[in-house]
């Protein structure tokens, strides 16, 4: 019984870049572990906590993309060297300075929404509302964290500017 107003043929794009995205979170999830085990200085306990709270976030999104697949009624993707071979999100090592693992997370952020906005292009072109939606969730989140990230590697002083509103 097909419980979608889609057809299965127009979907196989959809799917393509979900498995896509799917294997970028899972690389993106393991860099975020190696993060939290290998941070150390004095901003450890603030990353350390902030990476484990963006691994949870990204392992929960790594089980909705692939129900989101099992939805559209596809496998999804569900292995390592598939994941590896995939990803745009590439591998890197694990030993970085707490600003070097800040900035890389942003890369790979980048990546994520390049991925998502493909994703999107894809369903809004066969009106697929449940992935589009997903998918915009997932980037108000992903951009929030990319601007606190990003805020935490600028300098105090001097950094903003102020709004002058004319009476």
Known sequence: MSYLNMNDEELIP?????????????????KLRSKHWNIIGKNFFDLHEQFED????????????AERILTLRYHPMSK?????KTSSI?????IKTDEDMVIETLKDHKLLLAQMGKVIEKAEAISDE???DLM????RELEKTSWMLNAWTKKTSGSLKETVVEA
């Open 90 to 94: 590439l591998e890197d090592a694990p």
């Open 54 to 65: 963006m691994y949870n976030d990204a392992k929960v999104k790594i089980d909705e993309i």
């Open 130 to 132: 449940g992935t589009i």
């Open 136 to 139: 915009g969730a997932y980037i």
């Open 80 to 84: 390592l060297e598939d994941y590896l």
């Open 14 to 30: 959809v799917v393509v870049e979900l498995n896509v995205l799917l294997a970028d979170y899972h690389v993106y999830y393991q």
